[in-house]
């Protein structure tokens, strides 16, 4: 149906930067909203970021909101997360995920499709 590929983690130090992406195959839909989580050892999986499908409308978590920019290209079936000034506590497995509505959630019971993960790992 629909498959996500995230790429770009990796380990970097802390203040630094990674920019992940995300590649969507498969069945596309017109309606849909494309998000990013991530889980830390021991932790839920939260609620980092999303963007409507237009691309127009976006939502962050307050603890990454200023540092973390989502936003997407249709033309290339892809959403992407920029991180900033990145902090120990930021390491963690960052999911993408996308979402069959109009209506952005941060809820991750919400979303359809999940990637496999990528590591993501901030050394202080």
């Known amino acids: 149906q629909v498959q996500l590929v995230e790429s770009g983690g990796g380990l970097v130090q802390a203040g630094g930067s990674l920019r992940l992406s995300c590649a969507a195959s498969g069945r596309s839909y017109r309606i849909s909203t494309m998000g990013w989580f991530r889980q830390a050892p021991g932790k839920e999986r939260e609620f980092l970021a999303a963007v409507s499908w237009t691309g127009k409308s976006t939502y962050y978590d307050d603890s990454v909101k200023g540092r973390f920019t989502i936003s997407r290209d249709n033309g290339k079936n892809t959403v992407y997360l920029q991180m900033n000034s990145l902090k120990p506590e930021d390491t963690a497995v960052y999911y993408c995920?996308?979402?069959?509505?109009?209506?952005?959630?941060?809820?991750?019971?919400?979303?359809?499709?999940w990637g496999q993960g990528t590591q993501v790992t901030v050394s202080s």
């Open positions: 995920t996308t979402r069959r509505s109009i209506v952005a959630s941060l809820e991750d019971t919400e979303y359809d499709y």
